[in-house]
């Protein structure tokens, strides 16, 4: 009895950690993307999954649109948010660091926190999960249907990226600017129009995430940081600018949060996400997926 009620118990610590995994993965494909097309951390990337998941709050709950249709206005809207971002802060400067270009985000976190602290007050939001349907018993775990649409949106992403820059030109022309931006431009890949394409996809990403976390979690203008830490994390564990390494990452990081959550203590959840990041990180500095080579190429 006690057997089956331990597997149980992993069962539902498994689902748990998957489904905070999954938002941890996109939130570190958003940061991926960006530092291949620029060599940057995005810290603004948080900003990006509260604003989306705020904006369809007011979207679905305060003017009662159509889900389909409130979805995809949030994406749209985050998008041009990242656009603007880039273009009035990242374009602008003519000879950029890393350092410079960083401490850039940091103050665009800074302020997109602000004005959403502004907008939609310090208060939690909630917005009902997609599916009105009872939690699914499997093994005596019960798995939410909300956790059911969050994986499947995750692996159309997934998909939707690997078809992006493995079959479009626009894709490959981020790619190229990735490998080697001098080179790309010599071949007359417009590199800067590329960065803002990077910051727009990054911050679509970013919106979907947050639409799909928070009927879970529920959202408030302070959530940027913590989640963009962990999708950081994610994001380094996984090997920086490795889009599979951050999905695997990502999941695992959930997985590993969530039983520690169950058998230790829920109090050190986030704590135990930031020790298995400094453990592996003095063990293979790169990440598990990362390659030394790629960072030195990056010079970061």
């Not at 775990?141 to 059911?148: C, F, G, H, S």
Request: aromatic share 8%; charged share 10%; proline share 3%.
């Amino acid at each position: 009895m006690n057997q089956v009620s331990g597997l149980t118990d992993i069962i539902q610590f498994m689902v748990m950690g998957v489904q905070r995994g999954a938002i941890y993965a996109m939130v570190a494909m958003g940061f991926n993307i960006i530092y291949n097309a620029t060599g940057i951390i995005n810290f603004a990337q948080g900003e990006f999954v509260v604003l989306g998941g705020l904006m369809m709050v007011t979207l679905t709950m305060a003017l009662n649109l159509a889900l389909p249709l409130a979805f995809i206005l949030t994406v749209i809207v985050v998008t041009a948010v990242g656009i603007l971002m880039e273009r009035l802060t990242i374009n602008p400067v003519k000879t950029p660091s890393v350092l410079r270009l960083i401490i850039i985000t940091i103050a665009v976190s800074i302020l997109l926190k602000g004005a959403a602290m502004i907008i939609w007050g310090k208060g939690s939001h909630y917005m009902n999960h997609f599916t009105d349907a009872p939690p699914i018993e499997f093994m005596g775990a019960y798995i939410l249907p909300q956790t059911l649409w969050i994986v499947g949106i995750l692996l159309c992403v997934v998909v939707g990226l690997v078809v992006f820059f493995n079959y479009t030109m626009i894709g490959k022309c981020i790619r190229a600017c990735a490998i080697n931006r001098d080179a790309a431009r010599l071949a007359g890949i417009n590199d800067r129009k590329m960065v803002m394409l990077s910051f727009a996809l990054s911050a679509g990403i970013g919106a979907i995430a947050g639409i799909i976390v928070t009927p879970i979690i529920q959202m408030d203008y302070g959530r940027g940081a913590l989640l963009g830490l962990k999708g950081f994390g994610a994001a380094v564990l996984g090997g920086l600018g490795n889009s599979m390494g951050a999905v695997v990452a990502g999941v695992l990081l959930g997985i590993l949060e969530a039983m520690g959550a169950g058998y230790i203590s829920s109090h050190y959840m986030d704590a135990m996400a930031l020790l298995i990041l400094l453990i592996v990180l003095f063990i293979k500095p790169s990440g598990i997926f990362g390659s030394s080579e790629a960072m030195r190429l990056k010079e970061f």
